[in-house]
Nanobody, 124 residues
């Protein structure tokens, strides 16, 4: 019943920006921490960032810190990932995830719900 729907992916040149959105339904959004993960072909799914239920605390992978920003709008049941200064190595399918808890954990195993993903391709 819980559904997470990512959008905003696409093709962008290196150095460009994209903003991903994740719209949640069937989930008590303002009581749930949210995360973003990504997976490139042939590689394991990796943590990108997470945000606690109120938006007051965030966590980022070292590889994206300073370039990506997670935010949320609880009134719209939506979490965002603003991606700036994109690099070819950022190319991956990006997944939105939610958990039945408040803390922005970094492990995929901590998340209960997953979207279908949105493709981000960064060309050099």
């Amino acid at each position: 019943q819980v559904q997470l729907a990512e959008s905003g992916g696409g093709l962008v040149q290196a150095g460009g920006s994209l903003r991903l959105s994740c719209a949640a339904s069937g989930l008590t959004f303002d009581r749930s921490a949210m995360g973003w993960f990504r997976q490139a072909p042939g590689k394991a799914r990796e943590f990108v960032g997470a945000i606690n239920r109120s938006g007051s605390s965030t966590a980022y992978a070292d590889s994206v810190k300073g370039r990506f920003t997670i935010s949320r709008d609880n009134a719209r049941n939506t979490v965002y990932l603003q991606m700036n200064s994109l690099k070819p190595e950022d190319t991956a399918v990006y997944y939105c995830a939610g958990r039945s808890g408040a803390l922005p954990y970094t492990g995929a195993h901590s998340y209960d719900y997953w979207g279908q993903g949105t493709q981000v391709t960064v060309s050099s």
